[in-house]
Each structure stands twice: as structure tokens, then as C-alpha cells.
């Protein structure tokens, strides 16, 4: 990679092609010069056409496992940092303190989520561009790509993480949460509000970081956030243990917020030293943070649909919750979102793996090669099914043992969740074809198509059906997560349909 980029206005021009020199084939056209070598059969097929940088020469099959490798640990590292904040909650001292917490945290981390839409989205959008750039050889895009990323990462957390700062006590009373766990919901959303801004540089970074096929640097500083995390929420927040023992300073969910803020904080401050350092395949230059009109409305072009997706999913989970909150079960939000959280156990390995397919539609889709695209998916399909039958033999025959792990003292929380975990068993192995398909998809680009099917099952399916079931048939909480898993089956059934029109192959970014 060359020590400096060419000026702005040259990023996204294409490579020039290199002219033969007069001792090549010129010169032997036109008599100078040494003879041209005699001429050998040319393989033009696009079958011999390779990848470069980390996946070059690495077959098909490695390839997919070299890029979902890391990101599968990733997405280990990044589940327990919401899961350590509900088991510390569950582990709080006092005799009601653990229930107020978890349904506080419960209700907090639904606005949590709000803050990071906007990142997530430009993190998609980046990586369609810079994977695509990185299989044509096109490093000048790929960097002013990292550059506008990074970018619309820091300045979307700054504007939802004022918003929802602003907005947190009103979003504590508006759930119906009374004294202590209003208290705690309100506290919680604020001072993770703090950590937002660089959590957008750890989202949006990672993302264009295994867009270009380096996925063990966003691992590492992934692993970075959970061990940062774990000791201060715990050495903070506090922990009982044995006898009634108090670990750390006590300060309760205020002490576990301000570890998830600052882990998230030091996260994006080491995925921005190894962009900066450019010892993956990118490099982020000063200049390339300068806003950049045609670059950027390349990457909200992508995002966009991806945005009004997510925001869709957002605003239909928040009105499940308004469903439960009409139940009037004590201990529901906390049931709920233990269970949601386990069975996002089985989200792991598919977004994981989704990852891989994503990063290799995008780079041979640049490459020219939609065929092994194609190929690359099938495979990334195949091994996340194998892991979701086992995530599915978990959640059905051992559903109490791992909400035990998240709240061990709570009776109610043991009643309530283990059915809806053995609910989603059956619908397991239907969202890996959702995940894998649609991460291929959105690596094409193809943010659009992916958008009317996620927001048409989800409208149909998971709100209307959900609320079918819930009240007018009356199956309560285990009603609400049949049209969620009902959601998810369908959509998982339409994307393999729809993978299969190859539309996806002919989307321009």
C-alpha cells in the first residue's frame, strides 16, 4: 500500500491500465527492441481470476472459514457484554434489587439498541463499498470508504446518544416502571449514552475492517471491550456472593452502566489506532475524515434501506414490549428479555458466518464472479445450519439450566422464560437461511430487496400476529414469541426464494 493517497477528488477513479513498454509487444510490432516472448495459451476464464490480500490463495472452502473464524468469537465477546451487565443485575445485593434491575436494564437496552441503529447501518453501507473496492484493487475507494465510516459513526453517536440522554426519563416512566427501576433505567441510558460516540468507530471500523478481510482485528478489540467490561461493571456495579458478600463498590446498575460505557470507549479507540496504523488491509488517513459529498452518498445510498429496516425492527420490538407491559405479569420484561437474549445464542454463529458470506459476495461480485459469490453462500449456509440444530437441541432440553445462568434466585424469571426457549428451538434452523441469505444479500449491496422482506414479515408477522395471539386468542407472553418465531420461519423461507431469482448478482453500489 503506498505511504500517501492521491488527492481527494481522484478516490474513486479506477486504477489505470498499465501500457506495454516499446521491449514488449509494440516493440516487436514495430521491429525495436527485444522480440516479444513467444506467446502461451491465456486463461481467460473467470475461474482463474483470485482474490488478494488475506485470502489469496486460500480455497473456497478456507476462505469462508478463515473470515467467520474471528467474527464467531467476536460475536461471542460481543453478546456477553449485554449478558454480563443482566448477570451482574441478577447478582445484586438486596432482597428486590435484582428483579428492579433486570427489568430496568431490560427496558434501557432497548434504547441502547436505538443509539447503535444509525451505526450499523453506515457500518453496512461502508462495507458494500469497500469490500467491492478491495476485490477490483481499488484501495484509493477503500480507504476514503474506512475514511467516511468512521465519520458517520462518531457523528451518528453523538446526535442519537444527545437524543436519548435528553429523552431518558421519560423513557423510564413511559414502560409503567415505578420508583428504584425507574431510577435505574433512566440512570443506565444516560451514561451509556456517554460511550456512544466511539462505539459507532468500534461498529463502523469493524465493519470495513472485515470487509477487507481482516477479521481478527475487530475480535481482538472486541475482546478488549469484555475484559474492561467484566472488572469495572463488576468492580463497580458490585457482585453477592457466598453469605450475603459483597464484591467491588456497590454502586449498583449506575457501577455496571459505567463499565459498559467506558468499555465501549476504549473499544473504538483501539480499532481507530489500527486503522490509523494501517496494518490491515486499509489505512485511515486524517484527510480521508473530511466530509466527502460523492463518497458518502455512496455509502447512505446502501445504508439507507438498511437505516429504515432497522429502525422498522426497532419501533416493532418496542411495541412488543408495550404489549407486554398490557399483560401485567410481574417479572415479564425480564423474562422476556432473558429469554431473547439466550436464544440470541443461536444468532452467534449466523452472524458470524453471515459475515464471511457478506465479505466474499462483496469481493467476488468486484472480482466479476458472481458464480463463486454463489458458492461461498451455499457453503457459509451449510455449516451455520449444523450449528444452529445444536443451539436448538439446547434451548429444548435444557431451557431452565441457562436462565438459571442469568437470574439463578428469581422464581418468577424461572417460570416464565424456559417455554419461550423451547418455542424458538423449532424455528432455529429456518433463521440460519434468514441471516446467511440476508448478509449475502446486503454484501451485494442489495439493501433494498432485503428491506421490503424483513419489513414485511415483520410488520405481518411478528406485530400482527403477535398481538392475534397474545389477546384475542390469549396465550399471553408464550403468544407474543409465537409471532416472533413465526416471523422469523417465513422470512428465513422468502430470502431462499429470493437468493434464488439472482437479482442480488445485478445490484450497482
Known amino acids: 500500500m503506498p505511504d500517501s493517497d492521491p488527492p481527494q477528488h481522484e478516490q474513486d477513479r479506477p486504477p489505470r491500465k498499465r501500457r506495454l513498454g516499446i521491449p514488449g509487444l509494440r516493440g516487436a510490432i514495430l521491429g525495436v527492441g527485444d522480440p516479444a516472448p513467444a506467446a502461451t495459451p491465456k486463461r481467460s476464464t473467470i475461474n482463474e481470476k483470485?482474490?488478494?490480500?488475506?485470502?489469496?490463495?486460500?480455497?473456497?472452502?478456507?476462505?469462508?472459514?478463515?473470515?467467520?473464524l474471528w467474527p464467531l468469537?467476536?460475536?461471542?465477546l460481543n453478546f456477553l457484554v449485554g449478558t454480563v451487565d443482566f448477570a451482574i443485575a441478577g447478582r445484586l445485593p438486596g432482597d428486590n434489587t435484582a428483579v428492579d434491575a433486570i427489568d430496568a436494564i431490560a427496558v434501557a437496552s432497548y434504547f441502547v439498541w436505538l443509539m447503535t441503529i444509525l451505526q450499523a447501518a453506515a457500518g453496512v453501507g461502508a462495507a458494500a463499498i469497500?469490500?467491492?473496492?478491495?476485490?477490483?484493487?481499488?484501495?484509493?475507494?477503500?480507504?476514503?470508504?474506512?475514511?467516511?465510516?468512521?465519520?458517520?459513526?462518531?457523528?451518528?453517536?453523538?446526535?442519537?446518544?444527545?437524543?436519548?440522554?435528553?429523552?431518558?426519563?421519560?423513557?423510564?416512566?413511559?414502560?409503567?416502571l415505578e420508583g428504584s427501576a425507574q431510577q435505574m433505567a433512566s440512570d443506565y441510558i444516560r451514561i451509556t449514552a456517554v460511550g456512544i460516540p466511539m462505539c459507532g468507530v468500534l461498529f463502523t471500523g469493524g465493519a470495513v475492517l472485515r470487509a477487507a478481510?481482516?477479521?481478527r482485528s475487530p475480535f481482538l478489540a472486541m475482546l478488549l471491550v469484555n475484559v474492561i467490561n467484566i472488572a469495572l461493571s463488576v468492580g463497580l456495579g458490585g457482585l453477592r456472593y457466598g453469605d450475603g458478600q459483597t464484591l467491588g463498590l456497590g454502586l449498583g446498575v449506575t457501577g455496571i452502566a459505567w463499565g459498559t460505557a467506558i468499555a465501549w470507549t476504549v473499544g473504538g479507540l483501539a480499532v481507530l489506532i489500527i486503522l490509523l496504523s494501517g496494518r490491515s488491509e486499509l489505512r485511515l488517513r486524517p484527510h480521508r475524515l473530511k466530509p466527502h459529498r460523492h463518497t458518502m452518498r455512496r455509502i447512505i445510498n446502501v445504508a439507507l434501506p438498511n437505516l429504515y429496516y432497522q429502525l422498522a425492527f426497532w419501533v416493532i420490538n418496542f411495541v412488543l414490549l408495550l404489549y407486554i407491559s398490557r399483560l401485567m405479569i410481574e417479572g415479564a420484561y425480564g423474562a422476556h428479555s432473558i429469554a431473547m437474549r439466550i436464544h440470541s445464542i443461536s444468532f452467534l454463529p449466523g452472524y458470524a458466518i453471515s459475515i464471511a458470506a457478506s465479505t466474499l459476495t462483496g469481493q467476488y461480485l468486484g472480482l466479476g464472479d458472481p458464480s463463486r459469490a454463489k458458492r461461498a453462500t451455499y457453503l457459509a449456509l451449510g455449516g451455520t445450519l449444523c450449528l444452529m440444530v445444536v443451539c436448538s437441541a439446547l434451548f429444548f432440553f435444557f431451557p431452565s439450566n441457562l436462565v438459571a445462568l442469568l437470574s439463578p434466585d428469581t422464581a418468577v424469571h424461572l417460570e416464565l422464560a424456559p417455554p419461550l426457549l423451547q418455542l424458538s428451538a423449532f424455528v432455529t434452523p429456518l433463521l440460519a437461511m434468514n441471516l446467511i441469505l440476508n448478509g449475502a444479500m446486503q454484501g451485494a449491496g442489495d439493501t433494498r430487496n432485503t428491506a421490503i422482506i424483513n419489513l414485511t414479515g415483520l410488520t405481518i408477522f411478528r406485530l400482527g400476529g403477535a398481538y392475534v395471539y397474545a389477546f384475542p386468542l390469549g396465550m399471553g407472553l408464550w403468544g407474543i414469541w409465537l409471532g416472533i418465531m413465526t416471523d422469523i420461519g417465513i422470512r428465513g423461507i422468502v430470502f431462499w426464494f429470493y437468493y434464488h431469482t439472482n437479482r442480488w448478482a445485478k445490484t450497482t453500489v
Not at 73 to 76: K, R, S, Y
Open 130 to 176: 469497500v469490500s467491492r473496492a478491495i476485490g477490483a484493487s481499488h484501495r484509493r475507494l477503500a480507504n476514503a470508504g474506512t475514511g467516511q465510516a468512521v465519520l458517520l459513526g462518531i457523528g451518528s453517536g453523538l446526535f442519537a446518544g444527545t437524543a436519548i440522554f435528553i429523552a431518558a426519563p421519560w423513557i423510564a416512566a413511559g414502560f409503567g
Open 73 to 76: 468469537l467476536e460475536q461471542v
Open 50 to 68: 483470485q482474490l488478494t490480500g488475506k485470502l489469496a490463495g486460500l480455497s473456497l472452502p478456507r476462505q469462508v472459514f478463515v473470515l467467520a
Open 213 to 215: 478481510g481482516d477479521t
